[in-house]
């Protein structure tokens, strides 16, 4: 009954019925397809899984992460403004919340510069560090990029972040602060109709500074460029998301005794764990529908690698060194796997072992900036030595060999001697030099 279920699942949302019945139809049909892709990648695991090993890291991290964000602000005079945003994230434990940031509080303000050795502080410094690599992990993992930034990239941006980042929140923080305590604000507060408004407005707004913290994951931490409006919707969907899991975990955690007679003194953490958890879950989720917005081609494969032909991977592989070549001929011009997937209209997953069997042959080379070059002089890199890398290279036959039948053997030499000669000694710069006289010549 499942495969027939999931048939009519399949049915009614990839179909074009819903489509053919008017605006509301559309409509229907295309929040059905996001639904769709959201669910099944949640149930698929991938999610989840990388929720659960974020928690593990959130757990090894919070202190040096914490300690760091204090010691900038302690610079500013301004570090114990933090707390109320401390307690605004724990706020679904309750109490237990109240608890768990003044523990946090405390081990951090015992931190003390002086007190830290070399080894300590190249540990902690490595330890925050370390926490948003494995985000970019997780959301490279959604985003499909199978490159993550270069080392010098990690270390300069991650080092930007975490000091920039927590100025940022007690400056937004001390903005809502002062304009609630302006004399004109209570002035207008006081008025009947229009004080409960701005009240109401006061209260969510613990709310637009989450789903702003989301936005900016979602442009920075993801190494692909990703538009302003996917990132907006997606911090959205995260931040009605994260508030309306942090109303129910808190009624759940308020309610629920049976928790405390069962873990006792370990209730407390296990809330904690648990609400982690759902936050981190949440966050990649609002990513997820980021990517689909971005990319609604992969709304219906999700996650399944697409599989080229060996005559598409061998145009593939002639398109990018082409461009690659083209590209090294203007210093003004650079190749990166986003350009060059948008160019070609071919999924960076799919570009990406092309690319790596031309680098193992020494026909590409991608630079600290993450540009493509090529590996050579674009003069001596013949047309065959491109085609022979992804007609040759990722073969994993047997260790003696396969035995071909003698007609066979000799068919496929004489293909290999065909396609020699279509190519013959052409390099990669003749090809350019063709194409481009033969653009010109059309214009």
Not at 173 to 197: C, W
Request: hydrophobic share 50%; aromatic share 8%.
């Amino acid at each position: 009954m499942i495969p027939k279920l999931q048939a009519k699942i399949d049915h009614l949302v990839w179909s074009r019925e819903l489509e053919s019945k008017g605006q509301a139809g559309r409509a229907t049909a295309v929040a059905l397809q996001y639904l769709y892709a959201l669910l099944r990648d949640i149930f698929a695991g991938e999610l989840t899984l990388r929720a659960m090993s974020l928690v593990y890291t959130t757990l090894l991290s919070v202190v040096p992460l914490v300690a760091f964000s204090f010691s900038v602000l302690k610079g500013l005079g301004v570090h114990n403004r933090l707390r109320p945003y401390l307690y605004e994230v724990l706020a679904p434990l309750g109490d237990q919340g109240i608890r768990i940031t003044e523990e946090v509080i405390n081990v951090v303000e015992n931190v003390e510069g002086g007190v830290l050795g070399g080894l300590s502080l190249a540990f902690f410094v490595f330890t925050a560090i370390s926490m948003v690599q494995k985000v970019e992990g997780a959301f490279n993992h959604v985003w499909h990029v199978s490159q993550p930034r270069s080392i010098a990239r990690r270390f300069s941006e991650y080092t930007v972040v975490l000091l920039i980042s927590p100025v940022v929140v007690v400056v937004a923080l001390g903005m809502i602060a002062s304009i609630r305590s302006t004399a004109v604000v209570q002035t207008i507060l006081s008025h009947e109709s229009i004080g409960p408004l701005l009240l109401s407005i006061g209260e969510i707004a613990p709310f637009l500074l989450i789903t702003g913290v989301f936005i900016f994951l979602y442009l920075f931490v993801p190494n692909t460029r990703v538009s302003f409006k996917a990132a907006a919707i997606g911090g959205l969907l995260g931040g009605v998301l994260w508030a309306t899991l942090g109303a129910i975990f808190a009624n759940f955690v308020a309610y629920t005794t049976t928790k405390q007679l069962i873990y006792s003194s370990f209730a407390v953490a296990i809330s904690a764990l648990i609400w982690l958890y759902l936050s981190w879950l949440v966050l990649l989720i609002g990513a997820q529908l980021s990517f689909y917005l971005q990319h609604p081609e992969y709304l219906r494969i999700g996650r399944r690698e697409p599989r080229l032909s060996n005559s598409m991977r061998e145009c593939l592989a002639l398109n990018i060194m082409y461009l690659v070549a083209k590209a090294f001929r203007e210093p003004s011009r650079s190749v990166t796997f986003d350009r060059m997937s948008d160019q070609l209209k071919v999924p960076a997953i799919a570009l990406t072992p092309v690319v790596n069997h031309l680098e193992d042959a020494g026909l590409l080379l991608t630079t600290e900036k993450e540009s493509l070059i090529p590996g050579r002089d674009i003069s001596r890199i013949r047309l065959s030595d491109i085609l022979q890398v992804v007609r040759r290279r990722g073969n994993t036959g047997s260790y003696r060999g396969p035995r071909w039948l003698p007609g066979i053997d000799q068919l496929g030499k004489q293909v290999e001697e065909a396609v020699e000669g279509v190519v013959g000694n052409r390099t990669l710069a003749e090809l350019v030099d063709e194409l481009d006289s033969g653009s010109k010549q059309a214009t």
